[in-house]
Every structure is written in C-alpha cells, then in structure tokens.
C-alpha cells in the first residue's frame, strides 16, 4: 500500500464548528505533516510529526490542533476557523522524515463560511 | 531557513518544444532536491529529484540538473505534451537537518498542440 488517505474530502464549516481531518499511510513511514495550500499557492508547511512526536510547528494559529494517535494515523483538529482559513489541506508522509520524497495525500477541501 | 525561489511563474510553450524551470537556494548544505507536479484538483506529485553527489538525472522527457557552485537546479521537459500542463513546483530543506521541504512559488506550464 503506497497511499496516503485523507478523509474527508470536502468539508464545510461555520466559525463556530469543530471538525477533525484524518490522515492514514501503511506505509511504515515515520514521518507525517500537514501543509495548507491556497489556490494558486505552494504547499505551505503546518505541522511535522517525528515518531509520534511534534518536531516543527510553523507559527500556526491555535485554532488548529494536530494530533498523531500512532504511527499510521494523523489528525488535524479544527476549531473557530476564520473564512479565510479556507484551503485545502494536505498530509503527507515520509520514510524517516529527512531529505527524502514526500507521498501526498489528496487533501481536504476545507470551506469555512 | 532556506529559501527557494522558482522562475519564471508561467511559461506557455508548442507541443513537442523543450521547457525549463530553474529554481535557486539559499542554503549550501542543502543536499536533496525534487520536483512536483501537480494537476488541477489533484496533489502534488513527485516527478524527478536528484541528491549533491550528482549533476543530473534523467527519466524519459524529463530531467533535472544540479549546479552547487551557483546553488541552482533546473527542470527540463523535452518534447512536450498536452499532458505535460500543470503547475510544476520545487521543492528545498526548511533547515539544515532536512526534516521538511518548503516549497518554491510554482510554474503554471501550458503546452499548446
């Protein structure tokens, strides 16, 4: 299995919701991360996970809340998000998580109204 | 940090022309250096990359040069297709350990028949 899976696909939200955005690899990577990606933009780096472990946090706003349950699973827990948080969000996964190729999910496109 | 930047933002060439995409940064101990492509509503994609011990790598149309001296690497497509139009994104280290890659602006590629 060389797929990154990320539930759901789309995603529709008001201001005041809570929401999670799940990401699954069986892969045996040790790595995972979660980019933002407004359109017609690169990938922007959120989140990385080392061994379950948070390595990088790149000043994101608290209104998102990473979690890494194991080495499988990925999550990204949503809270009072503005509109202008709407993107889509990538995870991604890598082996050992140092130079190395990234396997990208197929995102969720978050709308926040 | 690293600091990646991509030219040209657009390029629009005939089918079966050659296409190049350059992409320069900043750090010199930067040692792994891919390329994405990335589809309208799909995700990004590795298509070639290459490490500092070589100065090229080829696969079929595509490959990708290296120059540490002028720490540039380049994309090039030969004989482009339809198929080949999308947004094609570099891609360094976020720091010297390597332990996430931040991406350059992209280059929208369209290939005209």
């Known amino acids: 299995d060389t797929e990154v899976t990320q539930t759901p696909k789309h995603l529709v939200m008001g201001m005041t919701n809570k929401k999670s955005l799940k990401c699954e690899q069986h892969?045996?990577?040790?790595?995972m991360y979660w980019y933002k990606q407004k359109a017609k933009k690169p990938p922007e780096l959120m989140f990385v996970y080392s061994y379950e472990k948070l390595s990088i946090n790149e000043s994101v706003p608290s209104r998102f809340s990473p979690e890494c349950p194991n080495s499988s699973l990925l999550n990204l827990h949503l809270h009072a998000l503005q509109p202008e948080d709407s993107a889509l969000y990538l995870c991604a996964s890598s082996q050992e998580g140092q130079n190395e190729k990234l396997f990208f999910g197929s995102g969720t496109q978050l709308s926040v109204l | 940090g690293e600091n990646v930047e991509q030219h040209p933002s657009t390029l629009s060439v005939q089918e079966g022309d050659s296409a190049v995409i350059k992409c320069t940064y900043s750090?010199?101990?930067?040692?792994?250096f891919p390329w994405y492509k990335q589809e309208l509503g799909k995700r990004p994609q590795l298509i070639i990359d290459?490490?500092?011990?070589?100065g090229e790598k080829k696969d079929q149309r595509i490959a990708v040069t290296l120059n540490k001296t002028a720490k540039h690497f380049s994309l090039h497509i030969t004989e482009t297709q339809p198929e080949d139009s999308a947004v094609y994104f570099c891609?360094?280290?976020?720091?010297?350990?390597?332990?996430?890659?931040?991406f350059g602006k992209g280059t929208t590629l369209s290939v005209s028949s």
């Open positions: 892969m045996g990577h040790r790595a």
């Open positions: 290459i490490r500092s011990n070589v």
């Open positions: 891609a360094g280290p976020l720091n010297q350990a390597g332990t996430a890659l931040i």
């Open positions: 750090d010199s101990a930067s040692n792994y």
